[in-house]
């Protein structure tokens, strides 16, 4: 692979980043006390073992072939409109032990981080391969950012506001369909019929 220097630093740094974050969730999970909480850091720290491998694989030329990864969530009865908030603790400056709040915490802002910086790393690559294993690995942060999340707001730790029923239909009501040309050139206004029937009416 004839890598152009930018990428193959954009490349260093998301594994190094990817082997960074693997030790990251290992001492999670094993310092966690919720067991689903624990399943789903290992399951994410063996996703992105995975992801480290395939990395090492496509820029030493072993053969990695990608393809687009459709993220798939797995979430367990979340609720945004809920309203149970759990009161958070004071932060502790001398603390030997991170509660499973902060570890989830900690873990949702990595995957976030991870799908921003996969995305502007794929922008700066034009090799296809390395391009797609950016972009999928951006999908992949995504996806398990949205599994964290489930987990905090299932038990009260991340509830997002929400406007009331009048609010929310005025925010929706805000924007317009735009006007669009029809096969002949003319402008369909939004809701108008087109085609032989709507010129007959």
Known sequence: MNLAAHELLETSEALRT???EIEEHGLFANHCSDQRLKGILSKHQQQ???SYQQGINLIQGKGAQLTHSTPNFH?????PNAHHQVTMSAPMANTQ???DQTIATLALNTHKSGSVMGM???NECVDPQLRMYHVN??????EMAYEIWSWMNQNGYYQ???FNTTQTTQM???FQPMETMNNMGMINMPGQQTGIQGQMQ
């Open 120 to 122: 502007q790393w794929a």
């Open 18 to 20: 990817k082997a960074a």
């Open 75 to 79: 979430t367990q009865n979340t609720n």
């Open 137 to 142: 690995g951006a999908n992949l942060c995504q």
């Open 172 to 174: 929706m009501g805000m």
């Open 160 to 162: 997002p506001p929400t």
């Open 48 to 50: 992105m073992i995975t």
């Open 97 to 99: 032990t991170l509660s």
